[in-house]
């Protein structure tokens, strides 16, 4: 329980201080972030993995249209669906910020003896499963949790076991 809010502090500078140099706020970084894996997502969809509202998704997102960091499309399946998509500029930021995460836990690993890491994933998982459970959330939900760079538990299990994403 001490390290609970080590841990958070030290996600949260992370995000926070490259968000910085790019001139964004950790929430923006974090739409970012799910867009960088996800690719284009519904303003509902952004709200949703940010735990936040409608209202506050939408105006993140608008404020990030207008940076020029997000376009919104049409969705061809379905016009009256707008989808939320990252520029290349801003695809860049987010690819590197995953690469500053990657790099953060490689770097944990490294910390730690080869035979310790399985030990260390499944307690991350086990971490992710009770804080999730805290939260209310529905066994799928914790099965296909993110963290708030939105990289999800299978992901950090590879990049921990040390395979590409």
């Known amino acids: 329980?001490?390290?609970?809010?080590?841990?958070?502090?030290?996600?949260?500078?992370?995000?926070?201080n490259l968000g910085n140099a790019y001139g964004l706020t950790p929430a923006q970084v974090k739409v970012l972030l799910h867009l960088?894996?996800?690719?284009q997502m519904t303003v509902g969809e952004i709200a949703a993995a940010l735990t936040c509202s409608m209202p506050a998704a939408s105006e993140l997102v608008d404020r990030l249209v207008d940076a020029g960091h997000l376009v919104r499309t049409s969705d061809p399946a379905d016009r009256r669906r707008v989808l939320v998509a990252t520029t290349p500029d801003s695809e860049r930021i987010s690819s590197r910020l995953r690469q500053m995460r990657e790099a953060q836990v490689r770097y944990?690993?490294?910390?730690l003896p080869?035979?310790?890491?399985?030990?260390?994933?499944?307690?991350?998982?086990?971490l992710i499963a009770g804080l999730t459970h805290a939260a209310?959330?529905?066994?799928?939900?914790?099965?296909?949790t993110s963290f708030a760079d939105g990289s999800a538990t299978p992901a950090l299990a590879r990049t921990l076991q040390g395979t590409p994403r």
Do not use: C, K, V
Request: aromatic letters at 4%; a negative charge.
């Open 114 to 126: 080869p035979g310790d890491r399985p030990a260390f994933i499944r307690s991350l998982e086990a």
């Open 1 to 16: 329980m001490q390290l609970l809010p080590d841990i958070a502090r030290a996600l949260f500078a992370a995000i926070s």
């Open 136 to 144: 209310g959330a529905t066994d799928s939900d914790r099965h296909n």
């Open 36 to 39: 960088g894996t996800r690719q």
């Open 108 to 111: 944990a690993l490294e910390q």
